[in-house]
């Protein structure tokens, strides 16, 4: 990224400061100029947008973002090692960078930023998909993001986006389905990455649904639990784990007694979840 901001290269800040990446943390760097840069200009035009970035690691994607112009970034690193790396970015870019150490987890992303705001990330793969569900639980609805535009292991991303004619298709497609407009973008080779994982990774975009057909998350949670529970078997037996009748529940919802979970799209599952009450 030296052309593009003056910084060192990527290899040099990771050997300057020790940054081998730690397979506990779910570390994975990217340090290929061209795909940060196409990451950031993925989330769209960034002026005036605060974004905040889960696992900048050295910062790669980080400066991308900030080159493609974006107002502020707000990164949240939970690894020590990784902070003064992430200050020398915040040195060169005044007041655009805030850097935070802490666990993304148990961080309050709401709070951090008012205005148009995105979550632009290389998720860790070990965090990926519990971020996800809490981004989605947010409340109130719409929520604090214009958009998500994050990475994830391929077999990750296709769940997210899947629809019933998918066999990825599953409690994750039916949650995020039903909440965002979810696409998968590109791919990215493990090549890409220092070191290299043993997957391909995807690039997701989700954007809210403004009005989503409403339903209680929690209750909506329990019905794909049981519905995909045991996905190869009918509805009328994997619902009964739900310690109710399922076939007053599917007469209900308008759904065959044959029916399984692979079959039932999200607004039928909103049915489901209105029925047991």
């Known amino acids: 990224m030296t052309a593009q901001d003056g910084l060192p290269p990527l290899r040099d800040v990771i050997a300057a400061h020790g940054l081998n990446a730690v397979r506990a943390l779910g570390q994975n760097f990217l340090l290929d100029l061209n795909l940060t840069g196409r990451i950031a200009r993925a989330a769209g035009p960034l ?46 870019y005044p007041g655009r960078l805030q850097v935070i150490e802490g ?53 990750v991303a296709e769940r997210i986006v899947a629809t019933p004619a998918d066999d990825a298709y599953g409690r994750l497609g039916v949650v995020c389905g039903w909440r965002t407009e979810a696409h998968i973008l590109f791919d990215i080779s493990p090549k890409a990455f220092t070191p290299p994982p043993k997957v391909t990774s995807s690039v997701v975009q989700m954007i809210p649904r403004p009005v989503p057909l409403p339903v209680d998350m929690a209750k909506l949670e329990r019905v794909t639990a049981a519905a995909f529970g ?38 039928g599952f909103v049915r489901l979840t209105d029925a047991l009450g």
């Open 103 to 155: 666990d993304a987890l148990t961080t309050d992303m709401a709070a951090l930023a008012t205005g148009r705001v995105r979550i632009v990330a290389n998720l860790p793969y070990n965090i990926a998909t519990p971020l996800l569900i809490g981004w989605l639980r947010t409340e109130p609805w719409p929520p604090f993001y214009e958009n998500m535009t994050l990475m994830f292991q391929r077999e």
């Open 47 to 92: 002026a005036g947008v605060t974004v905040i970035e889960v696992g900048p690691g050295p910062g790669g994607l980080t400066r991308a973002l900030l080159a493609e112009g974006a107002d502020k970034v707000i990164a949240v690193e939970r690894d020590r090692r990784c902070i003064a790396a992430l200050e020398e970015i915040a040195a060169h």
């Open 230 to 267: 045991q996905r190869r078997k009918m509805l009328r037996q994997s619902l009964k784990s739900l310690g109710v009748d399922p076939l007053p529940l599917l007469a209900a919802s308008g759904i065959p007694e044959t029916a399984r979970a692979e079959e039932i799209d999200v607004a």
